[in-house]
């Protein structure tokens, strides 16, 4: 299997159409290095976002344009002329750890990412759970209660990657004690900078890390309480889950009761960032069957 990183195309932050006609040209580039050794049979799609299992349209994109006016699975059917499958990334990645990862011998967990996006890829009776029209494990626009918002808001508000870096830079608006402040005046910083900070030891890091992972637990810990769920894997950025990993064990072993929470393992999901890629290859093979 190939894998290789792709920057979005100033455009294709812009508008739907540029970043389908980025998606099949780099498929395409793909497929053409690839097709001596291996032609390809099917292709899998994962998205940060929602997929609509019934229509096959992307209805909700992470910090990018829709493309629910746009039929690219068609589009890429007709490109290469194999069957192709969409699928959201915390599916895709849940797929992935089932047959090659954390989650081999667990037929009823979660699987949650926590990146551009937040979303869930819940797994009952060893099968994925996908919902009526495939939107299930929405886990971003569940509400929680935030402490200093004072209001329900929408998980992916507080817990995203995104909200994670503008939560930080309001509290450094307080305290300037943080190695972050340096880079802030350097001309910002990112997630990735905060999560190699909370490994050196910063405080303030490693606190914006903690409470996400408090906000996150407000939520899980309802659906262990529903789901009566065997494991929850943190999967999204590899390094920042050791942080977001202890802090949602531990805040859910408060808020989950008891003998729901004691069935139930908080781990660190095994794959790294191609999770979701070897998922999406995995179920577009899997739908041929």
Same mark, same amino acid.
């Given at each position: 299997m190939a894998f290789r990183r792709e920057p979005y195309s100033e455009e294709a932050r812009k508008t739907g159409r540029a970043l389908a006609n980025q998606i099949l040209s780099v498929s395409r580039q793909m497929a053409e290095?690839?097709?001596?050794?291996?032609?390809?049979?099917?292709?899998?799609?994962? #998205?940060?976002?929602l997929v609509n299992q019934a229509t096959h349209r992307v209805i909700e994109l992470a910090r990018l344009p829709g493309l629910a006016e746009i039929d690219l699975r068609r589009e890429?059917?007709?490109t290469f002329g194999v069957p192709t499958h969409f699928e959201n990334n915390a599916n895709a990645a849940a797929f992935a750890e089932m047959a090659v990862g954390a989650a081999r011998d667990f037929n009823d967990w979660l699987y949650l990412h926590i990146g551009a996006n937040v979303s869930a890829g819940l797994v009952l009776?060893?099968?994925l759970h996908r919902g009526k029209s495939g939107l299930a494990g929405a886990i971003g626009n569940m509400n929680?209660?935030?402490?200093?918002?004072?209001?329900?808001?929408?998980?992916?508000?507080?817990a995203s990657a995104e909200s994670v870096v503008r939560r930080t830079r309001e509290r450094l608006q307080k305290d300037r004690t943080s190695s972050l402040s340096k880079l802030g005046a350097m001309g910002g910083f990112t997630y990735e900078d905060i999560i190699t900070q909370a490994h050196a030891g910063d405080d303030l890091a490693k606190m914006m890390l903690n409470r996400t992972g408090s906000y996150i637990a407000m939520a899980i810990a309802?659906?262990?309480?529903?789901?009566?769920?065997?494991?929850?894997?943190?999967?999204?950025?590899?390094?920042a889950r050791? #942080?977001?990993?202890?802090?949602?064990?531990?805040?859910?072993?408060e808020?989950? #009761?008891?003998?729901?929470?004691?069935?139930?393992?908080?781990?660190?999901?095994e794959l790294e960032v191609e999770a979701s890629v070897i998922g999406a290859a995995l179920l577009a093979a899997d739908a041929q069957k």
């Open positions: 290095e690839q097709a001596a050794t291996a032609p390809v049979s099917a292709v899998g799609v994962a #998205f940060p976002g890429i059917m007709h009776n060893g099968r929680v209660y935030a402490e200093h918002p004072g209001s329900l808001i929408p998980l992916q508000s507080m309802d659906v262990i309480n529903l789901l009566n769920l065997a494991m929850v894997a943190i999967g999204g950025a590899p390094a050791p #942080f977001l990993t202890a802090s949602i064990a531990d805040a859910v072993r808020r989950a #009761f008891t003998a729901a929470v004691s069935d139930c393992r908080v781990v660190a999901a």
